[in-house]
């Protein structure tokens, strides 16, 4: 029986930790596939969410969900992960609506300067030319580096897979010039899928509305955040109320240097979430999963 690639990295984490920090990615830069090749036109391409108009009806969740054939139910989750790759999240929202809730539907944000890439020791975490960042499964060795480190707490593990997996702009459709599914499934106008440049403008149009309807702390986010998100939100309130970091940053090498160190202590491959390598006050990643006031499920 023949050993996947993700196996024999695995393996090979076992017996040479420091080798497979430093020797890895060169040898997997030959193992590129079609995914590793830009969709021509794509980089001009992005997602806008309205904030203000999502209804919280999940129909993303599930398109997403049947677009990526990922395990059912095909309900709203928590939070995001290798299981689902897309979720809304409901947060609190200021006397100014005498209560209610703020819809944020959630996925990975395709950062201009990714924090997985930035602290994926083997390469697996790559962006391509036109902007979107994947992780191939073939290459992931699941040390949850780029779950640790992602800003927006994005990545996670599939269970059936074993590997970290996460939204993948619907590179597909992409190929047939189709919108993501999220977007064409969205009954309100929350999701639109377009031409970067013309969707910001979209959203300044709407934050002007915002603005003038009292909502004084709406902002655009995605902009210039990471050097700009391919996904560009419309927030009626402060980010920090919302669940997003205000000047998030890529992760340090210091990221690499502890995952290294934590296979040498550990003598293998970490199975679990590295909590005990990064602690959670380390200014070298982004610990955000529990930001804001939780409500959903």
């Known amino acids: ?29 030959s193992a590129t596939t079609v995914e590793y090749k830009a969709i021509p036109g794509v980089d001009s391409k992005a997602l806008f969410i309205d904030v ?31 299981d689902n790759w897309t979720a809304v ?3 609190k929202k200021e006397d100014k609506d005498n209560g209610g809730l703020y819809k944020v539907k959630m996925q990975c944000m395709h950062c201009n300067e990714p924090s997985c890439v930035a602290v994926c020791p083997t390469g ?3 962006k391509r030319e036109d902007g979107i960042v994947l992780i191939d499964g073939d290459v992931c060795i699941a040390c949850r580096n780029c779950v ?4 927006y707490a994005i990545p996670g593990e599939n269970k059936e897979s074993g590997v970290v997996e996460k939204c993948t702009f619907c590179k597909e459709r992409m190929v047939e010039g189709k919108p993501t599914a999220c977007a064409e499934a969205c009954p309100t106008g929350a999701v639109q899928f377009g031409e970067r440049e013309e969707l910001l403008i979209r959203a300044n149009e709407r934050l002007g509305q915002l603005k003038k309807q009292g909502y004084t702390n709406a902002n655009i986010y995605g902009n210039k955040e990471l050097g700009g998100l391919k996904v560009i939100y419309l927030l009626p309130d402060n980010p920090l109320k919302m669940g997003f970091m205000e000047n998030p940053k890529v992760a340090t090498g210091d990221v690499l240097l502890k995952w290294a160190m934590g296979l040498v202590t550990a003598g293998a491959v ?15 990643v982004n610990i955000n999963r529990e930001q804001g006031v939780q409500t959903g499920e």
């Open 52 to 82: 203000s108009r999502c209804i919280g009806c999940a129909s993303c969740v599930t398109a997403c969900k049947k677009q990526n054939n990922l395990p059912a139910p095909y309900k709203n989750s928590k939070f995001t992960n290798g």
């Open 270 to 284: 970490i199975a679990g979430p590295l909590r005990k390598v990064f602690r959670e006050d380390d200014k070298s």
């Open 89 to 91: 999240k409901f947060y």
């Open 148 to 151: 640790v480190a992602c800003p």
């Open 124 to 126: 697996a975490a790559f």
């Open 1 to 29: 029986m023949g050993v996947s690639r993700r196996t024999f990295l695995k393996l090979s984490g076992l017996t040479a930790a420091g080798s497979l920090v430093s020797g890895l990615a060169t040898g997997i830069a």
